[in-house]
């Protein structure tokens, strides 16, 4: 397998969606490649703090959603 | 999301036409699908005619709500629905091509980039108050196809089949993106968490 194929392969990798053999050839080149190995964990962190980029935001959301928005809501359903 | 609240009770509010539960699910819910709306459509005013559209949606639907999902999960479903709805309605401009950010191989399909690692681990970085803020800049700075699949799949937590039914793309597609997606965030990334200057 080259790194270009052990790319490609590294989101189905994580998702265990591999067939057996292509998973082993994936294995045996991240035992052999420095460089894939530092690429999947660069990826790995990536994917990590993706998920995390919001939780700031939402740990903070306003209490109220704007007063104005409540009142077109509820309006609307009696139309 | 929100206060405890009494979801049975809730249901059955909504589905006698109870007018103080209309309000009460509006109040406790809202907040947090309006921040979902804004993540996907990037506007405040079409954020809350999003929420506007969903609530409403939910309420002409809510005899077909079995109550065996959590009322929270129900109107995330209907508010990203409704949200990718109104980014299917926008003139898209043409986008930019990702493959500047992607990986680039040598003929014989090694890297050309010599990798190294980052300056710490994520949940270092998590731990700093910017990176939070590094990451939603980069994710902004993601073509929108490739965003809004990455946004679907790794942040609000919808399936491969789920993105792929609400965008109308094949699942193999959705994997195809969501993976370019990481890869072109990862590039970017890199020039702010890495370790050293690499080759």
């Given at each position: 397998?080259t790194?270009?194929?052990?790319?490609?392969?590294?989101?189905d990798?994580?998702t265990?969606?591999?067939?057996?053999?292509?998973?082993?050839?994936?294995?045996?080149?991240?035992?052999?490649?420095?460089?894939?190995?530092?690429?999947?964990?660069?990826?790995?962190?990536?994917?990590?703090?993706?998920?995390?980029?919001?939780?700031d935001?939402d740990?903070?959301?306003?209490p109220?959603?704007?007063e104005?928005?409540?009142?077109?809501?509820?309006?609307?359903?009696?139309? | 999301?929100?206060?405890?609240?009494?979801?049975?009770a809730?249901?059955?509010?909504?589905?006698e036409r109870?007018?103080?539960?209309f309000?009460?699910?509006?109040?406790?819910?809202?907040?947090?699908?309006l921040?979902?709306?804004?993540?996907?459509v990037?506007?405040?005013?079409?954020?809350?005619?999003?929420?506007?559209?969903?609530?409403l949606?939910?309420?002409?639907?809510v005899?077909?709500?079995?109550?065996?999902?959590?009322?929270?999960s129900?109107?995330?479903r209907?508010?990203?629905n409704?949200?990718?709805?109104?980014?299917r309605?926008r003139?898209?401009?043409?986008e930019?091509s990702i493959?500047?950010?992607l990986?680039?191989?040598?003929?014989?399909?090694?890297?050309?980039?010599?990798?190294?690692?980052?300056?710490?681990p994520?949940?270092?970085?998590?731990?700093?108050k910017?990176?939070?803020?590094?990451?939603r800049?980069?994710?902004?700075?993601?073509?929108?196809?490739?965003r809004?699949?990455?946004?679907?799949r790794?942040?609000?937590?919808?399936?491969?089949q789920e993105?792929?039914?609400?965008?109308?793309?094949?699942p193999?597609?959705?994997k195809?993106?969501?993976?370019?997606?990481?890869?072109?965030?990862?590039?970017?990334?890199r020039?702010?968490?890495?370790r050293?200057?690499?080759?």
């Open positions: 397998m790194c270009r194929e052990f790319s490609d392969f590294i989101g990798y994580l265990g969606d591999l067939p057996a053999t292509v998973r082993a050839g994936f294995e045996h080149h991240l035992d052999l490649c420095p460089n894939c190995r530092r690429y999947l964990r660069s990826y790995e962190e990536t994917v990590k703090l993706g998920r995390h980029a919001f939780d935001q740990a903070l959301l306003p109220e959603v704007p104005e928005l409540v009142t077109a809501i509820l309006a609307a359903r009696l139309r | 999301m929100g206060l405890p609240v009494d979801e049975s809730l249901l059955a509010g909504l589905r109870d007018e103080q539960a309000e009460t699910i509006v109040r406790t819910y809202g907040p947090r699908l921040a979902v709306a804004r993540r996907l990037r506007d405040e005013g079409e954020a809350q005619d999003v929420v506007q559209t969903a609530y949606s939910a309420f002409r639907a005899e077909q709500f079995e109550g065996a999902a959590q009322i929270s129900w109107l995330h209907i508010v990203v409704t949200a990718l709805m109104k980014l309605t003139r898209r401009k043409p930019e493959e500047p950010l990986p680039s191989f040598l003929t014989d399909g090694h890297h050309v980039e010599q990798f190294s690692d980052w300056s710490a994520a949940d270092v970085l998590l731990e700093r910017e990176t939070r803020a590094i990451v800049d980069h994710i902004d700075q993601l073509p929108e196809s490739y809004d699949v990455l946004i679907l790794d942040i609000e937590e919808l399936s491969t993105v792929a039914d609400a965008l109308g793309l094949t193999t597609a959705v195809v993106r969501l993976h370019r997606g990481r890869q072109a965030l990862s590039t970017l990334l020039h702010s968490f890495l050293n200057v690499t080759s």
